[in-house]
């Protein structure tokens, strides 16, 4: 069955907000300062507290998307495109700022910003968290070698 690609996959911002969760904390939300697993979720928000030492945290804290005013789901379509353009046979150097503005429909700046982050981050050990998010299924607990030396193998191209 081909992939359905990321629209299809997390269609909504909380779908999204959910793969990076379970990317970033396979074994349940911890405070990314004391490592408790003692917290809370403050609903209207979208944001965690711990408990033990009163941090407050979202799901994008210290990651590649803190502070971002992008919306997860731009997140993971540009990279979906940036990965699909590198495995593509007329590979020529990935899209431009120009061209993901347009498909986008965000700023130049935004487009370049959000083009550089996710190449950076690709080029990260099995594709740092937001090849993590995209390039494994959401019912494989723990992807075998295999599959990370596929993954690195096809993002190696990328560096």
Known sequence: MPPKGVTCEWPTEDSCRARLAEV???????????????????????????????????????????????????????AEIIIQNRASVWYSGGPTGHALKDMLGISYAAAYKLKRKIIAELQLPNGGVIGQCILMPADIDRPDDDDLSELNELLYGIR
Not at 32 to 38: E, N, V
Not at 48 to 66: D, E, I, K, P, W
């Open 24 to 78: 970033r904390w396979p074994n349940g939300i911890e405070c990314p300062r004391g490592s408790s697993a003692h917290v809370g979720l403050l609903d209207k928000r979208q944001t965690f507290y711990c408990n033990a030492c009163r941090c407050q945290f979202t799901v994008q804290s210290g990651s590649l998307f803190h502070h971002s005013r992008v919306a997860l789901q731009l997140w993971f379509l540009t």
